[in-house]
């Protein structure tokens, strides 16, 4: 099962951070050399968190949700104003242990379900459930040591 760690809200006083944005998005195949400039700036939390007032970061802790893109130590933004669909990644407390689940159903049945086979779908019939948030983006580090 996957531990959370919160760690607070967006700061709506803090002053926004302008970075570089590239003009054109970036190609995963041959590199263009035409693509070689900057067009404006980017506010990453304008960018992430379309509701400030309802989204906080937390930590993700564990395994259980690797195979979609989740992983140990991963910081995701969380909005609380959102309704759960079907489908969604969720921070949700089942039967009072915290943990972060793709929500989806078995039949007719809801459960969460984990990104990884070693896991269990969660049953949430008969469970007592509290939803925290949707998890809307993961900031993951691409290089070992780099973030948290």
Known sequence: ?????????????????????????????????????????????????????????????GDSMETDGIYDGDLLIVDRSLEPRDGDVLIIAVDGELTCKRLGRIGNRPYLLPGNPSYQPIPLENAECHVWGVVTHNVHALRCGVGR
């Open 1 to 61: 099962m996957m531990r959370m760690e919160y760690l607070g809200r967006v700061d709506e006083s803090a002053a926004p951070v302008p970075l570089p944005l590239a003009a054109d998005a970036v190609r995963t195949g041959f590199p263009s050399p035409a693509d070689d400039y900057v067009e404006t700036e980017l506010d990453l939390v304008a960018h992430l968190v379309q509701h400030p007032s309802a989204t906080f970061f937390v930590r993700a802790k």
